[in-house]
């Protein structure tokens, strides 16, 4: 059987450029000598290199040019790689979308249209599932462009997102035809950024030791309920037994101190009574640095597993994740982290967040400690409820850590396992099954 066909428009001599822009000067120096060039101003396809080339038996990197002219019906993938920092509606308006702003050849998109031909959207990394975005994709790819919308493949790193989907097609009375509804994928595309650190070296979990910290809580952005669970420790004075990140200001918004970023009226509306002492006491704290690291990309990826002295010297993680009071269930690297060093969580996300993970295989710690908070829809008694467990963890003596340390080692080990051997070609052979049978 004929491999299918990831076509690009633009394929250097070590690899394809993306889709998404034309390429510049730089885009073409990283696609042929693989230059390490520090530049937002370049860009290389990601897709290939992190998705499809886990596949190299059944899908082929060709050029866009010649699909028109080889003869045979063999399906192709056009691909498009999202930027995470840009509005993604912004890519789907009229006649000015991503179609047109990257030049797909004409021909591509009427083989689209009408035969053998597919448009994959990339956002692993992101979570957009709300119902604007969801428009915006039927809106252009449909009205606009008239593409049955099985063609248009839709990756997203939101793992409830098939739910999400369906609940947005039943409140707007889409057909449950093909031609009417997106192919969603999810895949939680963090998991692998790790490969090289797993290859490198295995993280060793200390069964006789009892560490010096409790907790640790990485924290950048500012979120509701980072600052919430932040807030929460200062009231338990457990920010002293914990390694804990928190900026001074809003990184986003640089102006905004953290006395002007606390969304009082959301702890109010959640049920959280913190005093003026509180927040008083942690902000004289801050800035709250672990590591003093800056770089997004070594924040994110953890090159050289440099963050691995502050997981071996405490217990638990508090993981925050990206989404918490919103439907779109996320796993981040910052679900990751913990799992690649062996080291229990908690995890402040959105609920379903654990359910996510033991679909994938993973294993959690409802053995220790009350996992209900991830059935709770509702963030003000999620939180709460989370609240709780890091009261109890507090109250552990040295002879209940260190025999949770001993119980716990099955799990994280299994975990490390799981994502040592967690594979992109799933994703992959997944989208190639969905493209060869709607073919067939």
């Not at 998109?109 to 599932?129: D, P, Q, S, T």
């Not at 060093?341 to 294993?363: C, D």
């Not at 507090?394 to 051997?421: C, M």
Request: hydrophobic share 35%.
């Amino acid at each position: 059987m004929e491999k299918t066909k990831i076509a690009y428009s633009w394929i250097g001599p070590r690899g394809p450029i993306w889709n998404t822009e034309l390429p510049n000067l730089l885009s073409f120096a990283a696609a042929s000598e693989q230059c390490s060039i520090h530049s937002h101003n370049w860009w290389s396809d990601d897709i290939w290199i992190n998705l499809f080339i886990h596949a190299k038996d059944k899908y082929e990197v060709y050029p866009a040019f010649n699909i028109e002219s080889d003869g045979d019906n063999t399906p192709f993938i056009y691909p498009f790689s999202l930027a995470w920092r840009i509005n993604f509606d912004h890519y789907f308006l009229g006649n000015t979308g991503i179609l047109e702003f990257s030049h797909m050849p004409g021909h591509l998109i009427k083989l689209v249209r009408e035969n053998n031909g597919y448009i994959l959207i990339n956002h692993a990394v992101e979570a957009f599932m709300a119902p604007g975005y969801l428009s915006a994709l039927h809106s252009y790819f449909n009205n606009t462009h008239g593409i049955p919308l099985h063609k248009i493949i839709y990756v997203t790193g939101c793992i409830n997102s098939k739910e999400l989907y369906e609940q947005y097609c039943a409140n707007n009375n889409i057909p449950e035809s093909k031609e009417h509804r997106l192919t969603i994928i999810s895949y939680p595309s963090s998991q692998s950024i790790f490969k090289p650190n797993l290859e490198e070296s295995e993280a060793v979990y200390d069964t006789e030791t009892v560490p010096e910290k409790l907790f640790l809580m990485w924290n950048r952005r500012y979120r509701i309920h980072r600052i919430a669970l932040s807030l929460m420790l200062e009231s338990l004075n457990l920010i002293d037994k914990t390694y804990i990140s928190f900026s001074d200001s809003d990184i986003e918004r640089q102006t905004n101190k953290f006395d002007q970023s606390i969304p009082y009226h959301t702890l109010r509306n959640w049920g959280i009574n913190i005093s003026q002492e509180t927040v008083n006491a942690f902000a004289s704290r801050l800035p709250l640095t672990i590591d003093n690291e800056t770089n997004i990309n070594q924040m994110c990826e953890d090159r050289g597993n440099v963050s691995r002295p502050y997981y071996q010297n405490s217990l638990v993680s508090l993981i925050t994740e990206t989404n918490f009071d919103n439907p779109e269930v996320t796993l981040t690297e910052k679900s990751y982290k913990p799992i690649k060093e062996k080291h229990p969580f908690i995890i402040a996300g959105v609920n379903g967040a654990l359910k996510g993970l033991h679909r994938a295989g993973f294993k959690t710690f409802s053995e220790f400690w009350d996992e209900s908070y991830d059935d709770i829809a509702c963030p003000a008694t999620r939180i709460r409820a989370i609240k709780q467990i890091i009261e109890e963890i507090s109250t552990w003596d040295n002879d209940k850590i260190l025999d949770f340390k001993r119980k716990v080692k099955p799990i994280l080990d299994h975990n490390y396992n799981v994502l040592k051997n967690a594979s992109p070609r799933t994703v992959a052979l997944e989208i190639n099954d969905i493209v060869r049978g709607n073919n067939a």
